[in-house]
T-cell receptor
Framework: RKEVEQDPGPFNVPEGATVAFNCTYS??????FFWYRQDCRKEPKLLMS???SGNEDGRFTAQLNRASQYISLLIRDSKLSDSATYLCVVNTWEGLTGGGNKLTFGTGTQLKVEL | NAGVTQTPKFQVLKTGQSMTLQCAQD?????MSWYRQDPGMGLRLIHYSVGAGITDQGEVPNGYNVSRSTTEDFPLRLLSAAPSQTSVYFC???????????????FGPGTRLTVL
């Protein structure tokens, strides 16, 4: 099983739609979670961190379910500019002798918002 | 602030050639890292550094060397290029890693490398 798994998509949605992505992780000891956005042929950029209580930033809502080991990203009122690949990133502390913090990136979910 | 800069943007090498990918940041970040991104595999950590003079291996270090003589610069050297090293390489920096937590990673624009 991959450490971090995402549905690669693409998710094709009309403008204004609501779309949700899930990401599952295999290590129950993982401690912090993030969503990064990557535009085509560009570098990843932090979209938002994912907090245990869930958090919202404008049209974006992130949730964490530790019991089922998944995080989710909900985008409301999709815009054409939301078209991108969304990377799930999981941080696991591997101890001082184990290399410290380990960031594992998912392969990404591609979103295409259409007129 | 320029953020994280990488050069070159594109490079074509022949098998066996060596080269250095440059990375610099002007944010006074302690933590710097190199990743490669391949289709269907996500970003994989090659090497990282928690400060000047300190480097360590990541998940896929074979065939690559790094050094960190200054806070700002973190070059990645390919010793003898192989077709398996064809990839997009991203350099990243962050404020630091602090115990059991990480800060936002700032990525450079990437270097697209093809090895023939």
């Amino acid at each position: 099983r991959k450490e971090v798994e995402q549905d690669p998509g693409p998710f094709n949605v009309p403008e204004g739609a609501t779309v949700a992505f899930n990401c599952t992780y295999s290590n129950s000891a993982s401690q912090s979670f993030f969503w990064y956005r990557q535009d085509c042929r560009k570098e990843p950029k932090l979209l938002m961190s994912v907090y245990s209580s869930g958090n919202e930033d404008g049209r974006f809502t992130a949730q964490l379910n530790r019991a089922s080991q998944y995080i989710s990203l909900l985008i409301r009122d999709s815009k054409l500019s939301d078209s991108a690949t969304y990377l799930c990133v999981v941080n696991t502390w591997e101890g001082l002798t184990g290399g410290g913090n380990k960031l594992t990136f998912g392969t990404g979910t591609q979103l295409k918002v259409e007129l | 602030n320029a953020g994280v800069t990488q050069t070159p943007k594109f490079q074509v090498l022949k098998t066996g050639q060596s080269m250095t990918l440059q990375c610099a940041q002007d944010m006074n970040h302690e933590y710097m890292s190199w990743y490669r991104q391949d289709p269907g595999m996500g970003l994989r950590l090659i090497h990282y550094s928690v400060g000047a003079g300190i480097t360590d291996q990541g998940e896929v270090p074979n065939g690559y060397n790094v050094s960190r003589s200054t806070t700002e610069d973190f070059p990645l050297r390919l010793l003898s290029a192989a077709p398996s090293q064809t990839s997009v390489y991203f350099c990243a920096s962050s404020y630091r890693t602090s115990g059991q937590g990480v800060y936002e990673q700032f990525f450079g624009p990437g270097t697209r490398l093809t090895v023939l």
